[in-house]
C-alpha cells in the first residue's frame, strides 16, 4: 500500500475498544504520530459481541475511579467527536440477600460518594417503586447506581476510532502482526503490509494478547472464558410500562445469585456468571484458531439453566417472553480478572492494555491510563490492581491461569472479605518449613504464590472457608491472634516468611546510584534502613529495606507482591552502561521472624552471634552449625531479628529456634497478627498505605527525606510542597466503640457533615485493645486529639488523632532493649 507508514511513535496492536481508546487518548495528549493496527475490522475480537454494560461499580478505588471515568466520557463523547451513539443512562439496582452484601453496598456508597457519584443504597421497600416487576421476596435492599447503563460497543469503538483519526492518529484494518524485533533501540513490527519502526509498541490485542505477547518473549498471564447471555423477545407488559415511563427499566444485578438483567429495547437480555463455567482454547486438542473473528462459540444453554430459572422467579414477567438469540464468545481473564494496563515487565519501551473482562465498562479509564503511562511514564490514580508487574512468572503458567480465571469468573459478583483466601490453584510456592507449620495448624493465604501461615488453629476451631466469609472482627482465628499477639509480647513468636523479595546491588558506584534514586541516605556497612523512592511528582512508588554489605555491596529487601514491580523500577533507572549489577536473589532464601522480648535468650542457646549489636544492624552467624544472617529489626514492634537463610538451610535453623524456644513460652504467630502488631505502630502496609495516591511528604515520612542531598529523584516537587504545605496528611486514630467491624480500606473519614479524608488500613490492636485506623486526613484536623468521624460500613463511629508516634511502645524501649 502506497500510504502504508513506515514510522510512527506508537503502534497500537489490537482494534478493540481499549486499543481505539488508547489511540484517542494518546491523540488527545497530543501524540498524533501513533497507529493502531488491527487483524481484522474494529471491534472483530470480544468487542463486537460484548453485551455493552457500564457499571461504575467497584470495591477497588482504582477501577470504580476508572470506570467513573468512562461513563463521563461516553456522555460527551458523541457530541465531541461527531458520532451517533447508543448510550442508555438507565441506572442500575444491585440486590443483596444477606447482612455482609448490604455492608459491601454501603462500602462502594462511601466510595463514590467520595468521587462525587451519587451511589445509594435503598432498602427492600424502595427497590419496588424502580423496578416494578421484581419479586423482592428475601431481599434486605439494593445498591443503586444512577450512573449506570448500557452502550454499543461497535458505536463507542467507531467514535473513539473516528476522534483519534480527526486528530492525525491512522488506523490501519485487515493488517495482522506477524513479528515484532528490536533494531538500534526501536522496535520493528512486521506486518501483512509491510514493517512500520516506532519508538513504542502497546498490547491492545484483547483475548489474543498472549499470542502477541511471545513476540516479545513475554508470557501474559491469561485465559479465555466463554461468556454467555440470552436475548429475548418483546415483552408487551415491559414495552406499555416502557413507553408510559418514557425510560427503560434500570439495569438489574442479583449479585448473590450472579446474573444480570437489562431491558433490551422491550425485551430482556440476561447474562449469567455461572460456576459451572467452561475455559476455551485451554487444551492440546482445543486451540486458539488462526481467525476466530466475528465469530462465536456453539450455544450452551445447561449450563445456565439454573440461573434462567432463578431469574424468572425473580422477574416473573420474563417467563413470559420467547428466547430470540443466544450469545456465546470469547472473554479474557487474567488470574484475578482484573487488566492489564501498563509497561510489559521485561520489555523496554512496550506496553499492555489487554485482557479486559470488562473491556466496554473499562475502556475509556484504560485510554487514559494507558496514554498516562506513555506520554509521561507514570499515572494519576495509583494503577497497582491494573499493572502487569503484580504477577510473576508462576502466574502465565496455563493450569494456573485456567483455574484462576475461572474461579474468578464463577464468582464474578463474590464479595472479597478480608480474613478469605481463595482456593483454587493453591500451593505454587512453599516454604522449606510448610510442613512444619501446617502441622502446628496454620491456616494459609497466599502472596504471590507463596503460602503464609495466616493464623494458627487448635483442635476444633472452625477453619473453613464459610467461617471466612463475613466483614466482623470476631470468627474463630480471632481468639488465636489475640494468643499470637500476647505471645510475642509477653515470651516470644516466630513467624514464617516465605518469599520476601530480595535483590542483590553491587559494583562500583551502587551506593551513589542508589542515593539518587531514594529520598533518605544509603546506610553504612553493617547497618539496615529504611529507603522510599519517589517518582519525579514526589509520590510514594516503594519502599525497600537497604541492608549494606560493604561499600558498594547492598541487598535490596521489599514485600513478597512487590518482586516484579520494584525490580522493574530498579532496572528501568540504571543507566544503559552501569558498572554495577542488579540480581534477583529471592528463590534463593527463606526469612523467620523472631520477636518478643525472650528473642536473646532464644537466640543466645542456638548461636554464636553477638546479641548486643544495636537495632538496624546485621551480622553473619551460624544456627545449630548453618550459616544465617541476622537483622536487628521487627515489623512486629518488639525486641527481635530477622532470620535470613538459604533454603537448603532453613530447616534445620528452624528446628533449633524452635526446640530452644519451648523452655522460653515460643509460639507460632501468622500475617493476621503481624498486621495487628504493626498497627499499633503505625507501620505502613505496602499498596495500602504506600502508593502512589499519596507524596512521601503526604505519607508522613520527612523523616526519610535528606533535603541536604544534591539531588534526588522527585526532589523538586517534594520541595515545592513542603514550601506550599501538605493538603492531608497520614494519621494514626484510634476508633471509640467500633461495633463488630474495623475500617477497611477507604472508609471516609468525616468532619462537621463534609468528607475530610480515608482511612488506608484498620484493624484490632489487641496490645492495646483498641480498634485502629490509618489513613489520610485534611491537615488542618491532625493536631493529636482532634476528633472526626470514620464511616464503617455505613455507619459513622468518632475517631481521634493520635499522636506521630506508636501507640505501642511510643519510645520504642521495648523494640531497641
Known sequence: MADFPKTARV????????????????????????????????TSGSTWHAAGNVPTFSTSWSLMNMQRYSTELYRVLGKAVDYPMNYHVTGSLRLAHGKERMR???????????????????????????????????????????????????????????????????????????????????????????????????????????????????????????????LFEEIPELAAWSKEAGHKLPLLRDVDTSWYLRQEKNGMNLGPYERNCRAHWASADDRMPEDFSFQLFPDDLDRLEYYLADAVSRVPILGTAGLSKVINGPIPYAPDGNPLIGPMPGVPNAFEACVFTFGIAQAGGAGKVLAEWVTEGQTEWDMWSCDPCRFTPFASEPDYAVAKG??????????????????????????????????????????????????????????SEEATQTFRREGPWQKRIREECLAVRDAAGILDLPGFSRFELEGPGAAEWLSTQITGSVPKPGRIGLAYFADDKGRIVTEMSVMRHSEDAMTLITAAVAQLHDFEWLKRHMPDDAPFTLTDRTEEYSTQILSGPKSREILADVGVADLTMPWLTHQETTIAGRPARLIRVSFAGELGWEIHTKV??????????????????????????????????????????????????????????????????????????????????????????????????????WHDGKIVGETLSGGWGHRIDKSIALGMLRADLTEPGSTVEVEIFGDRFKAVVQKDEPLWDPDNQRLKA
Open 104 to 230: 459491601e453496598f454501603q462500602r462502594a456508597k462511601g466510595m463514590g460518594r467520595y468521587q462525587g457519584m451519587d451511589i445509594e443504597v435503598v432498602g427492600a421497600d424502595e427497590i419496588k417503586s424502580r423496578y416494578p416487576f421484581i419479586d423482592t421476596q428475601d431481599l434486605l435492599g439494593a445498591l443503586y447506581d444512577p450512573s449506570d447503563g448500557d452502550i454499543d460497543p461497535a458505536q463507542l469503538t467507531q467514535a473513539l476510532a473516528k476522534g483519534a483519526r480527526d486528530m492525525g492518529a491512522k488506523i490501519i484494518r485487515f493488517c495482522p502482526v506477524t513479528g515484532v524485533r528490536r533494531d538500534k533501540g526501536e522496535w520493528v513490527v512486521e506486518t501483512a503490509q509491510g514493517e512500520i519502526r516506532c519508538e513504542i509498541v502497546v498490547n491492545a490485542a484483547g483475548y489474543r494478547a498472549a499470542e502477541v505477547g511471545k513476540m516479545f518473549g513475554r508470557k501474559v498471564p491469561m485465559m479465555v472464558m466463554s461468556h454467555q447471555y440470552i
Open 648 to 749: 537448603a538451610d532453613t530447616a534445620t535453623v528452624f528446628d533449633a529456634v524452635w526446640k530452644a524456644g519451648q523452655k522460653h513460652g515460643l509460639k507460632p504467630f501468622g500475617m493476621f497478627a503481624l498486621d495487628s502488631l504493626r498497627l499499633e505502630k503505625g507501620y505502613r502496609a505496602w499498596k495500602q498505605d504506600l502508593s502512589t495516591d499519596y507524596s512521601v511528604l503526604q505519607g508522613g515520612l520527612e523523616r526519610f527525606v535528606r533535603w541536604q542531598k544534591p539531588d534526588f529523584r522527585g526532589k523538586t516537587a517534594l520541595a515545592n510542597e513542603k514550601q506550599q504545605g501538605v493538603s492531608k496528611r497520614f494519621v494514626t486514630l484510634t476508633v471509640e466503640d467500633p461495633g463488630e467491624c474495623d475500617a477497611p480500606y477507604m472508609s471516609t473519614l
Open 406 to 463: 475461572m474461579e474468578v469468573y464463577g464468582h464474578e459478583y463474590a464479595i472479597y472479605f478480608p480474613r478469605h483466601a481463595w482456593p483454587a490453584a493453591r500451593s505454587r510456592k512453599l516454604s522449606p518449613i510448610h510442613d512444619r507449620i501446617k502441622a502446628l495448624g496454620a491456616q494459609f493465604g497466599s502472596a504471590n504464590g507463596w503460602e503464609r501461615a495466616n493464623w494458627y488453629a487448635h483442635p476444633g476451631d472452625d477453619t
Open 11 to 42: 503502534v497500537i496492536i489490537g482494534g478493540g475498544a481499549v486499543g481505539t481508546s488508547s489511540l484517542y487518548h494518546l491523540a488527545k495528549a497530543g501524540w498524533t504520530d501513533c497507529v493502531l493496527l488491527e487483524k481484522n475490522e474494529l
